[in-house]
């Protein structure tokens, strides 16, 4: 079947099983892998990306289920004016260890700021339910709040 959405504000038109998971799409047809896979069960939030503006995990999301929608990678965060502003803070403050769970992390951060552009600790904690097995649980908070000051500037 033939599966067309927007893809990065680009619009795409792909062959695939409707109920391929949209990570796999991305990652295997599309060639966009900033996107990771880490449970596969909708667990981890590592497969992160914007579907309609919404933080969705894409492991358990048929491709079939996306026709007409925005769809938003990792990639599509930075413009001609360089990185997002949460991408930004999450360098400055070296939020990353091995780097696996944060294009996730990012998309689950930038989706809550989008939402709320002054999340508290509880708002925060509530939105922000992926996975890091490094644990840079403790540097995520701060950076968010960090980034939300920067967007807010
Ligand atoms: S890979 Fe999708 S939530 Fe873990
Ligand atoms: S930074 Fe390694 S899994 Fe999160």
């Not at 599966?3 to 619009?11: C, Y």
């Amino acid at each position: 079947m033939t599966v067309t959405f927007i893809l990065n504000g680009e619009p795409q038109t792909v062959e695939a099983d409707p109920d391929m998971p949209l990570l796999w799409v991305v990652r295997e047809k599309l060639g966009l892998t900033g996107t990771k896979f880490g449970c596969g069960i909708a667990a981890c939030g590592a497969c992160t990306m914007h579907v309609d503006g919404v933080a969705t995990r894409t492991c358990v999301l048929p491709v079939g289920d996306v026709e007409g929608a925005e769809v938003r990678t990792i990639e599509g965060l930075s413009d001609e004016n360089g990185l997002s502003a949460v991408q930004a803070t999450w360098l400055e403050m070296q939020v990353p260890q091995c780097g696996y769970c944060q294009s996730g992390m990012i998309m689950a951060v930038e989706a809550l700021l989008d939402e709320n552009p002054e999340p508290s600790d509880d708002d925060i904690d509530a939105a922000i339910t992926n996975i890091c097995r490094c644990g840079t649980y403790a540097r995520i908070r701060p950076a968010v709040h960090a980034a939300a000051k920067r967007r807010r500037a």
